[in-house]
């Protein structure tokens, strides 16, 4: 069971790993936003917008609704936005 679980620790990991990625959690840790919202404040195209918040969507890091024609995106589990917050304190000592 430990052995199933750090190999998903490490394959979740690996979402966290792309500078994008964690802009877009960066800017979601105020809030839900839509995606026309998120593709701008991260200077993104649309596709290349959707793909990320795709694959953090696949891996449960995100959530959406609907209201309307928009989609809005927020962080599924409040520990995301802690654990993130955490490793950029960490990270920040470190330099």
């Known amino acids: 069971m430990k052995k199933e679980m750090l190999e998903f620790h490490a394959d979740f990991c690996k979402t966290f790993a792309h500078p994008k990625r964690l802009e877009i959690l ?23 917008t959707s793909q990320q918040l795709s694959v953090l969507r696949t891996k449960g890091i995100l959530k959406t609704r609907r209201d309307g024609q928009d989609t809005y995106y927020g962080i599924a589990n409040k ?9 950029q304190e960490a990270l920040a000592q470190l330099l």
Do not use: N, R
């Open 26 to 48: 960066d800017i979601l840790k105020c809030g839900e936003m839509t995606f026309a919202a998120i593709q701008k404040k991260i200077g993104a195209s649309k596709p290349y």
């Open 79 to 87: 520990k995301i936005s802690q654990a993130c917050t955490l490793m």
